[in-house]
C-alpha cells in the first residue's frame, strides 16, 4: 500500500492558476499509474487526469484538456497537476490516487486501490 498526500489547493479567482502535488510515502511510486479524482457536493466521484508509471502517456477528461497538465516526478515520488484558465465548475475535493491495474487508463475510481485524503479547491467567480 502506497501513502498519498495532496497539497495545493486552494481558493483561486476565475482564470487564475494552482498547482497540486500529491506525495507518495511506503512503497516506489514508480511501479504505480496515477490519477488525479474530483468530487464536488452531490456529484459522483470523476477522474480528471491519469498518467501511466513512466509519464510518457497521459489522459484527460473533456472539460479540462488544454486547461490542466498532470506530471511525475518518480524520484521526487511526487506527482503533480497543474491547473490553468480555472473555471467556477472545477470547485471540488482533488484526490490523487494509485493502482497497479492495466485497467488504468479507465479511469474508474474503483480501479484505484490507494488513495490521498484530498484537497480542496474553490474557484471564484
Known amino acids: 500500500q502506497v501513502h498519498l498526500v495532496e497539497s495545493g489547493g486552494g481558493l483561486v479567482q476565475a482564470g487564475g492558476s494552482l498547482r497540486l502535488s500529491c506525495a507518495a510515502s511506503?512503497?516506489?511510486?514508480?511501479?504505480?499509474?496515477m490519477g488525479w479524482f474530483r468530487q464536488a457536493p452531490g456529484k459522483e466521484r470523476e477522474f480528471v487526469a491519469l498518467?501511466?508509471?513512466?509519464?510518457?502517456?497521459?489522459y484527460y477528461t473533456d472539460s479540462v484538456k488544454g486547461r490542466f497538465t498532470i506530471s511525475r516526478d518518480n524520484a521526487k515520488n511526487t506527482v503533480y497537476l497543474h491547473m490553468d484558465s480555472l473555471e467556477p465548475e472545477d470547485t471540488a475535493v482533488y484526490y490523487c490516487?494509485?493502482?497497479?491495474?492495466?485497467?488504468?487508463?479507465?479511469?474508474?475510481?474503483?480501479?484505484?486501490?490507494?488513495w490521498g485524503q484530498g484537497t480542496q479547491v474553490t474557484v471564484s467567480s
Open positions: 498518467i501511466n508509471w513512466s509519464g510518457t502517456s497521459t
Open positions: 490516487a494509485a493502482t497497479t491495474r492495466v485497467s488504468w487508463r479507465r479511469g474508474a475510481p474503483y480501479d484505484y486501490g490507494d
Open positions: 511506503g512503497r516506489t511510486l514508480s511501479n504505480y499509474h
